[in-house]
């Protein structure tokens, strides 16, 4: 197998979800040109392994992870936390991570991110906690140093993630250190309103966008009208995003309608979650347990920019994952009850817009992130989550994944027995 990341310019007999068939062309980082199986220039014509035939492979834009705890992931084995709610895996973190170091950190992390590259995940927005002891910042001189070695293979932005005791300065820190965004979970704090201010005033002050856990509970006073009225007048330039926002899925229609309008109003992105809340919520709810979702019926229709990510992987705050953008479009599908076309954008074009990047996939001026998985759809591909997949990320092969299946041949079929007719 040649050395990756490889150059590509030729992505020949590609299926597309509407059944088409193409050849698509790129140049750099963007597709150039998009025509019908066969009709484009050759092969040959290209140089020596800078096309890939994708005969039997369903072309897509490539997954974006909106909302990522990259410090956290893959701890679960290591801390053997107790299964349960979201105060138990804070609990059980807050222990764990007072011991990690720079160098434990960004060894998961680095592992983590590679396994989403490997799935098919081309940008990751990742938070990144404000630690306990001596050094907050742990997280952060880790997650920047793996993001420094995978630059070139995929997009990481991170996201200072502050409890409600964190310092400004420890906050204004991390953004010196080049962490883009300003994030917390102001539901955990004593008074949720008064640390959503405080860390929009942070972001304000240094202008640049948040991105905040929001109202991750299914019952208490919402908060994000607060949030959405807040930064209604800030720049288009500077994301807003609310992540998780499961109260949204009990609300009332009016209450809800009142919400949807001040999201609009303001354009704020919604990122659900399904994996992780799934797990995280209704633990106290033994009979008829709730879905642990956001509104996604109602924010989709009435036109929220809507994305949706796996959030935490193998970590206290959810024991499974498989670091799989298909695998969130899945239940996305089953516990949401998005259609597959709705559930893909989601995890896809919708992450991307809600991550501020540029338009991709297979459009002719598109940015070329793109994932081919073996499948002959959209219903196969997210049923069967093939795992051979060729990754491309700004024009270049950054992954490729080959499975062969060995199954024993079944016995001969025996004759049926022949059955007498009564007349």
């Known amino acids: 197998m ?9 992505l020949t007999n590609a299926t597309l979800p509407d059944g088409s068939r193409v050849d698509v062309e790129l140049d750099g980082d963007t597709v150039s040109t998009v025509s019908p199986a066969g009709t484009g220039r050759p092969a040959a014509a290209h140089l020596p392994g800078a096309s890939i035939d994708l005969d039997g492979f369903l072309l897509l834009t490539a997954p974006a992870e909106p909302h990522a705890h990259l410090d956290k992931a893959l701890s679960w084995d290591l ?26 950190i960004a060894d998961r992390a680095r592992e983590a991110a590679l396994l989403m590259l490997r799935q098919g995940t081309t940008a990751v927005r990742s938070h990144v906690d404000m630690l306990t002891g001596d050094d907050p910042l742990r997280g952060v001189h880790a997650l920047s140093l793996v993001r420094e070695e995978l630059a070139g293979l995929m997009d990481i932005e991170l996201v200072a993630l502050a409890g409600w005791n964190t310092m400004d300065s420890t906050i204004e820190q991390a953004l010196d250190l080049g962490v883009e965004l300003v994030g917390g979970a ?36 919402p908060t994000i009208i607060d949030f ?10 500077r994301p807003v995003s609310a992540g998780h926002c499961v109260r949204l899925g009990t609300l009332e229609p009016e209450a809800l309608q009142a919400v949807i309008t001040e999201v609009l109003a303001s354009d704020m992105s919604i990122i659900s979650l399904p994996i992780t809340n799934l797990y995280l919520q209704g633990w106290e709810h033994a009979v ?3 879905r642990g979702l956001t509104a996604l019926r109602a924010l989709l229709d009435a036109g929220v920019r809507v994305g949706a990510g796996a959030d935490n992987v193998r970590d206290p705050f959810n024991p ?41 996939g297979v459009a002719v001026g598109a940015r070329a992130e793109l994932l081919a998985v073996r499948g002959t759809n959209l219903s196969n591909v997210v049923a069967n989550a093939s795992a051979d997949r060729f990754v491309i990320h700004a024009g270049n092969l950054v992954a490729q994944s080959r499975v062969t299946y060995e199954i024993a041949a079944p016995s001969p079929a025996r004759p049926l027995p022949r059955r007498e007719v009564m007349l």
């Not at 959405?228 to 330039?237: G, K, L, S, Y």
């Open 2 to 10: 040649p050395t990756l990341p490889r150059r590509l310019t030729l």
């Open 79 to 104: 801390i053997n936390p107790p299964m349960g709610d979201l105060g138990l895996a804070i609990d059980s973190w807050r222990d764990y991570s007072s011991k990690m170091t720079v160098e434990s």
């Open 186 to 221: 102001p539901h955990l704090a004593p008074d949720p309103r008064a640390d959503l201010s405080r860390l929009l005033a942070i972001a304000e002050r240094r202008a640049v966008g948040v991105d905040i856990h929001t109202d991750e509970g299914l019952s208490g006073e």
């Open 228 to 237: 959405a009225r807040t930064v209604r007048d800030w720049p288009a330039t």
């Open 288 to 290: 008829s347990t709730p």
């Open 320 to 360: 499974v994952g498989r670091s799989d953008a298909l695998e969130t479009a899945s239940l996305l599908v089953t516990a949401g009850h998005l259609t597959l076309d709705e559930a893909y954008a989601a995890v896809s074009d919708g992450a991307r817009s809600v991550m501020c990047l540029p338009v991709a």
